[in-house]
């Protein structure tokens, strides 16, 4: 235990004596130092920017020496951590000395200090001198966290450290930079930070950097690449009065506001341009031309934060002149064009050669002429052309000995048409003898190149002609009997089109033609005609569409005087819309009617309604309809074929019994008589006229027939003279029914026959009225007083008003009385059979036993029965 405590303390005791002796040597080796090498001074220390430290030192010498090295520490925190060392090299004669150290930490997150000393091989080093420090945001007071770096643009590729400075409550655990987590590194308690390495260029939004997820804390930063040097670059003039630069870059700029790369252009070392490049491929950039000055030295800059780059272009200006014309206009016509470049520039004392090149075609024409110092006209007239074309022209220029301009943008353009005219005229005598000329030209794009239209009136036997100007494409004048030829000619730009002559008939004295009618299909119309052996210079077919309000505007076809047929498509025309098909022989006299045809393209149903006459004709068993209606109307959307009559009757409770439909083939008739009708019954009339595709709408009427008279009389005649006969038949047995008990007839306690019965037999007989019968077995009838008890099995157990009803049988209640069943009865004179009644067959016989003996001396033919 005592040699363990004897050895630490001679360990302790000799590290002592070598401490003692190494801080000798040094003090030794300083007071000697300093006696030969002075120590450097760092007179100034301070930050270009976030990132470059910048110091000053000087040393004062006894001697000259051509170069001396020194060595710089760079430390950082109040702790001088030592974060860079670098050896440099200065010349003597420098009083002054420079360093500029870039930090990967930016100078904001913490403080930077710099010493120096002079380092040689052939001497000792001197002394360090003393920290010159820098400081950071850390040593100011704040309660918010700080992030640097912050809206700064960085190299693209390099190695950046983020910091966060942050209060001393708190405390930092993550960081983020493009929204993904790095290390942390402590720089001092209160700075962490992180190390990007190899940065990606950004879009102009940049890159977010924020600390522990607070991203509503973020900084944005932007990283880019230095300037690259342009190519291709050169410089050229149109007019002799500016010039502009061109050139092309390998890689667009990524930034854009106060980020993004400027240029500049150096004109001759006198003025500079600032250019404004919107990411063209090429880029340009102009000047104006120095009066009297040929050649020129252009230099362009290109500059952004994180360096420059420039490139020089030297020429003669007269050697880089490619003029462009400035208008090109085209007037055309229709087998020929003109074509005229102009140029504005200073081109006095060159030699220029212009050229146009016409497509379809490639055909190329050149001009030549000196230039000038004002606006230049090149005039090229284009020729053999075709009518109504389009064709497209281009041109440029160039000065003698050069390259050619570039091109003009192609121009469209359009030959005019050679414009025929088809004319056709149509003449009425009512209310005035009046000529409505109508023409349309033969070129369906032609309207569009017509100015006006002349019109001329020739006389016969003399040599007047009236002519006038109009602007539509058609006239209405005045007819003069010595009318003789209208003439029609288009005034277009190139002048007058061929003229369309038309003869106006010396009378017109057209007759009534029979028209003709015809259908359409989808197809169209087939129109044929019958040859007219006057029709000499052809046929024109003229038709136009009937039935509407506006007044009809015709259309024409001519066809040669051999063609007795024409064709019109489906698209030209309407279903449902009558047309009227006009058909003239063309002769030297002017045109003649020839045919008169009407038809549809197809027929459709009628829309409009006949009118019924409310007062018809009626009689007990028929009604004699009237109505009116224009089966000729042409608004009709087909030929009417006749019509539809719907008879509907009703019973008393309105229920529908019966309908049935008549049909009128003749369209002119406007009046039809329905017969066998049933007296004093209402009807209900539904009138419709048709054409080939159907029926249209309805008039709907009702009317109620009259009551049979006669009828009436023979329903009152025939119950009053059966009664009579029975009178007379009964006459012979007074006496016999006199000698019975009163009670042997109780059975004929009925009431007389009244009217109402005696209108049911006789409803009955001639079939006028029907009603439901009763459906019933076998009923009965004794002549001898009914018992209480018979009277209950005689009676419906459903329904006691009905009487004579098998219990077996349900039934709706019967409102069949004993006067009408007696009544009905003596009509039939039957005989009255058994009732199948439902009861015991014992108490039917004691029953029946019982009534046999009371009727055993009791004989009659007058006894009746009802079997159904």
């Not at 359009?414 to 030209?441: A, C, F, G, M, Y």
Request: some cysteine.
């Amino acid at each position: 235990m005592l040699r363990e405590f004897t050895s630490t303390k001679m360990v302790l005791y000799w590290t002592l004596m070598l401490k003692v002796f190494i801080l000798f040597e040094n003090v030794k080796g300083w007071n000697s130092s300093s006696d030969t090498v002075t120590v450097p001074d760092v007179i100034e220390l301070q930050a270009l920017d976030m990132w470059r430290l910048e110091v000053k030192w000087m040393v004062n010498q006894n001697e000259e020496q051509r170069n001396q090295t020194y060595e710089i520490q760079i430390g950082r925190t109040s702790n001088m951590d030592i974060v860079d060392r670098l050896n440099v090299s200065r010349g003597s004669l420098e009083t002054v000395h420079t360093l500029v150290w870039t930090s990967q930490l930016p100078l904001n997150c913490v403080n930077h200090s710099v010493r120096v000393r002079l380092i040689s091989g052939a001497s000792p080093s001197s002394s360090w001198s003393s920290w010159k420090t820098i400081y950071g945001e850390m040593n100011l007071a704040h309660n918010e966290i700080k992030m640097f770096p912050d809206d700064q643009v960085l190299r693209e590729g390099s190695t950046v450290m983020f910091c966060c400075i942050f209060p001393k409550e708190t405390h930092i655990t993550s960081m983020f930079f493009g929204n993904n987590p790095y290390k942390v590194i402590n720089i001092s308690p209160r700075v962490k930070a992180i190390q990007v390495e190899n940065i990606k260029a950004t879009n102009s939004f940049g890159v977010n950097f924020y600390c522990d997820n607070n991203i509503d804390e973020t900084a944005f930063n932007f990283v880019t690449f230095p300037p690259e040097k342009p190519f291709d670059f050169k410089c050229e003039t149109e007019d002799m009065r500016h010039a502009y630069c061109l050139w092309k870059i390998h890689r667009a700029p990524n930034l854009l506001g106060n980020q993004k790369r400027k240029y500049t252009l150096q004109i001759s070392d006198s003025k500079s341009v600032s250019c404004d490049v919107e990411g063209t491929d090429p880029a340009s950039c102009g000047f104006d031309v120095i009066p009297h000055q040929i050649t020129y030295n252009i230099t362009l800059f290109v500059t952004n934060s994180l360096g420059q780059e420039s490139e020089t272009y030297i020429f003669s200006i007269t050697d880089r002149v490619f003029p462009v014309p400035k208008h090109l206009e085209v007037t055309a016509g229709v087998f020929d064009s003109l074509v005229i470049l102009q140029l504005n520039g200073n081109f006095k004392g060159l030699l220029l050669i212009c050229q146009t090149e016409l497509e379809p075609g490639g055909i190329i024409q050149d001009l030549d002429k000196n230039g000038s110092d004002s606006m230049q006209s090149y005039a090229f007239r284009l020729q053999h052309l075709k009518p109504s074309t389009q064709y497209s022209v281009r041109g440029r220029c160039a000065v003698q000995g050069n390259d050619w301009g570039r091109w003009t943008t192609q121009r469209l353009f359009i030959t005019e048409p050679l414009v025929t005219i088809d004319l056709w005229s149509q003449i009425r005598d009512h209310p005035n003898r009046t000529i409505i000329l109508l023409w349309k030209t033969a070129s369906s794009d032609s309207e569009s190149y017509i100015n006006a239209y002349e019109v001329c009136v020739s006389y016969r036997n003399t040599e007047r002609s009236v002519c006038m100007n109009v602007t539509q494409t058609h006239v209405e004048l005045m007819r003069e009997i010595n009318m003789s030829d209208i003439t029609v000619r288009a005034v277009i730009q190139s002048g007058l089109s061929e003229p369309a002559h038309i003869t106006i008939p010396s009378g017109h004295t057209d007759s009534m033609l029979r028209e003709k009618r015809i259908m359409g299909n989808e197809k169209g119309f087939q129109l044929t005609w019958k040859r007219d052996s006057a029709a000499t210079c052809g046929y024109t077919i003229e038709w136009c569409m009937l039935g509407i309000a506006l007044p009809c505007s015709p259309e024409w076809r001519k066809v040669p005087d051999n063609q007795t047929f024409l064709n019109l498509t489906a698209g030209d025309f309407k279903a449902g819309v009558q047309y009227a098909f006009e058909i003239y022989g063309c002769s030297a006299d002017g045109p003649r009617r020839h045919e008169k045809q009407i038809g549809y393209l197809k027929e459709q149903k009628p829309t409009q309604r006949p009118t019924l006459d409310s007062s018809p004709n009626i009689t007990w068993s028929s009604v004699e309809l009237k109505w009116s209606f224009n089966e000729k109307d042409p608004s009709h959307a087909g030929f009417i074929t006749g019509y539809v009559i719907t008879i509907q009757d009703y019973s008393e409770a309105g229920s529908d019994l019966s309908s049935f439909r008549v049909s009128v083939d003749d369209p002119h008739s406007k009046s039809w008589t329905v017969s066998g009708l049933e007296e004093d019954q209402l009807y209900t009339f539904q009138l419709a006229a048709c054409t080939s595709a159907g029926c249209g709408p309805e008039t709907t009427a009702t009317f109620r027939t009259r009551q049979n008279y006669y009828l009436l009389l023979v329903k009152v005649l025939v119950p009053l003279l059966v009664s009579i006969g029975c009178c007379v038949c009964l006459w012979s047995y007074r006496n016999l029914i006199r000698g019975f008990p009163k009670e042997t007839f109780s059975f004929l306690h009925i009431k007389a026959l009244d009217l109402d019965e005696d209108l049911y037999e006789a409803s009955e007989k001639i079939r006028t009225l029907m009603i439901e019968d009763c459906e019933w077995c076998d009923v009965e009838i004794l002549d001898v007083q009914p018992i209480p008890a018979e009277k209950a099995w005689l009676t419906s157990v459903e329904d006691p008003n009905c009487s004579f009803i098998s219990p077996k049988v349900t039934l709706p209640s019967c409102h069949l009385t004993t006067d009408v069943w007696l009544a009905t009865n003596l009509t039939n004179f039957t005989y009255v059979s058994s009732v199948q009644q439902d009861v015991p067959s014992e108490e039917l016989k004691t029953e029946a036993t019982t009534q046999g003996s009371e009727i055993a001396d009791f004989s009659s033919d007058y006894v009746t029965s009802v079997a159904t």
